[in-house]
């Protein structure tokens, strides 16, 4: 095996490894995730009923008791609950949550891993490893790949779409058209199922395929469609109609509904029309030089424009259409990220192979291989770090169960309210303590959202603990004292609060970057890592330095019924 060879295997590898990694260091979910995470939880403890299934679901199942605007899919969550079953077969202490989500990170590694190799055929392999080392070091690719979002159970279905439509030179005319077929199918397929945005993809990708004359109407589109459509209705509708006792259900048509046709989504904020490509794009790429340089080289050098202009149309024009809906997030435009990467890709491959040809490739070549590292740093070093303590709910309530550890209580039935930021920020009920599997007593997780119930003082009285922000929350509770009881602070737990800016003189804490460091390679790691940063401070940065700045989140609140809690 040649030196290529060995670098490109070992960045193949380093995609799961990465993905693992900031499932491993982030183990937690948001609220945007919360559905899918929370569905996947039921089914796998509950099962699937086959008898009383409407008053099983509204017992049991967590999207009767917060349904949220719209109806989300299940398909996801039942196909993630099928594969992990047998692991939890055969460890039934295995974490679950760690577990389902390393199922999905996994599945989207295999399709990076599939996009990076048929760059290879396409491009070569100087592409492919260009291609393999600006994936590594983005973030948020390598960071939401492992989480729960609609987004992110179509994106591995859309990554390996586009591998299928790259032009491999080795490939018939016959064979390319199949190609085409299933990759237009999977597109429909994610899109029916998983996020309505994807029509505008597929319409996009679609109408260059016809344009350039890759495809036909009677041949790819129209089979292509067909079977999409039978595929993903057939499946959408058949499961969500059953677990939501809804029929017929189509979630995602319910989602556009709402969203578009009723511009509801503009209630979560309205960006202007070039959000996506002076913000978004640039946090998605993260490396500066792959959206300066890469992609206007590789556009601009004949060598590498027709392949460029090949992967980057459809994705550009997907961009301007989906910029007039006032609504945007990132996650709306994450499919986009492998062609834009592997155009930039093209680009730095242009560079570095002229580079011993003119003193501008040469140090060009040298900026990318910089820029590159320092995107690796500040993803895996900063980004990281500040994601993983934005998640102070999962943190306070296992604080809680150690309390409860060490603190037995006493009572047949043990009650704790989940306050709103406990909830948004990693409590799932995956972290809860199930009923029947607890030894000694109980426990009851409420999550009331009603302001005017929870200003009534005798409404703390039912609870044994809450998990509430500081402030007028807590002290609401602390001040419901009545015959049931005292309550009183057991923890305070903190979360990011920012990037805290070091100055020339200023001591750096980082207590977060250093716990992340040890956690990974040990305290001798984090001692290593101390020491290049002070050394980084003084030879590069002159002083200047960032790192997480943590804030008290949530309090952790138990009621003293006999002295103590």
């Known amino acids: 095996m040649g030196g290529r060879d060995a670098v490109y295997v070992l960045l193949l590898a380093a995609v799961p490894a990465l993905i693992l990694l900031h499932l491993v260091v982030a183990p937690y979910t948001k609220v945007e995730e919360s559905f899918h995470i929370q569905a996947i939880h039921d089914i796998l403890l509950y099962g699937i009923p086959t008898r009383n299934v409407s008053e099983t679901f509204r017992a049991d199942y967590d999207h009767f008791t917060f ?8 398909v996801g969550a039942a196909l993630l609950a099928g594969l992990a079953r047998p692991f939890v077969w055969l460890q039934h202490n295995v974490d679950r949550q760690l577990l389902v989500r390393a199922i999905l990170g996994l599945f989207n590694a295999v399709s990076l891993q599939s996009f990076a190799s048929g760059l290879r055929r396409t491009a070569g392999k100087t592409t492919a490893i260009w291609y393999l080392l600006f994936q590594s070091s983005q973030f948020h690719v390598l960071y939401y790949a492992s989480r729960t979002l609609s987004n992110m159970f179509a994106f591995g279905m859309t990554t390996l779409a586009l591998r299928y439509l790259l032009p491999e030179p080795s490939l018939s005319t016959a064979a390319y058209r199949r190609r085409s077929r299933l990759s237009l ?4 397929v994610a899109g029916i199922i998983f996020r309505s945005e994807l029509a505008i993809f597929l319409a996009t990708n679609t109408i260059f395929l ?3 004359r890759r495809i036909s109407i009677l041949h790819e589109i129209i089979p292509a469609g067909i079977v999409g459509l039978l595929i993903g209705l057939t499946t959408t509708v058949a499961v969500d109609s059953f677990f939501w006792q809804q029929f017929p259900l189509w979630p995602e048509f319910e989602a556009f509904k709402f969203n578009v046709l009723h511009g509801q989504a503009s209630a979560w904020g309205i960006d202007p029309w070039y959000f996506y ?5 640039p946090r998605l790429l993260l490396n500066p030089l792959t959206y300066l340089f890469g992609i206007p080289v590789s556009l601009l050098q004949p060598a590498t424009r027709p392949l460029a202009t090949f992967i980057l149309v459809p ?12 609504h945007k997030e990132w996650r709306f435009i994450i499919y986009t990220i492998p062609t834009l990467t592997a155009a930039a890709a093209q680009g730095a491959s242009y560079i570095w192979t002229h580079r011993a040809k003119s003193i501008v490739y040469r140090l060009l070549s040298l ?11 500040v993803s895996t070093f900063v980004l990281l770090p500040a994601s993983s303590a934005n998640y102070p709910g999962a943190h306070a309530l296992h604080a809680l169960h150690n309390h409860a550890n060490i603190h037995p209580n006493n009572k047949s039935s043990v009650s704790v309210y989940l306050g709103n930021l406990a909830c948004q920020t990693g409590v799932t009920r995956f972290l809860q303590i199930p009923t029947n599997l607890s030894d000694s007593s109980a426990w009851h997780y409420d999550k009331t959202e009603s302001p005017v119930a929870k200003s009534d003082p005798t409404f ?3 609870f044994d603990y809450a998990l509430v922000e500081p402030g007028e929350e807590a002290e609401l509770v602390l001040s419901s004292t009545s015959g049931t009881g005292n309550w009183h602070p057991i923890d305070a737990v903190s979360g990011f609060a920012g990037l805290r800016v070091l100055r020339p003189g200023d001591e750096a804490v980082g207590t977060v970057e250093e716990s992340l460091i040890a ?3 040990g305290e001798k790691g984090a001692g290593i890592w101390t020491k290049g940063r002070e050394l980084a401070r003084r030879v590069a940065t002159r002083g200047w330095w960032a790192e997480v700045r943590m804030e008290s989140k949530i309090l952790v609140l138990g009621r003293d019924e006999a002295g103590h809690v």
């Open 185 to 188: 199918c999977l597109l429909t």
């Open 67 to 74: 349904p949220g605007a719209v109806p989300r899919t299940f």
């Open 460 to 462: 703390w009285s039912q």
């Open 210 to 212: 016809f344009a350039t």
């Open 277 to 281: 490509f002076v913000n978004a794009l």
């Open 367 to 377: 900026a990318l291989l910089a820029s590159t590292l320092a995107s690796f740093v």
């Open 315 to 326: 994705s550009l024009f997907f961009l301007a259409i989906y910029s007039v809906q006032p």
């Open 519 to 521: 956690y990974i390679a």
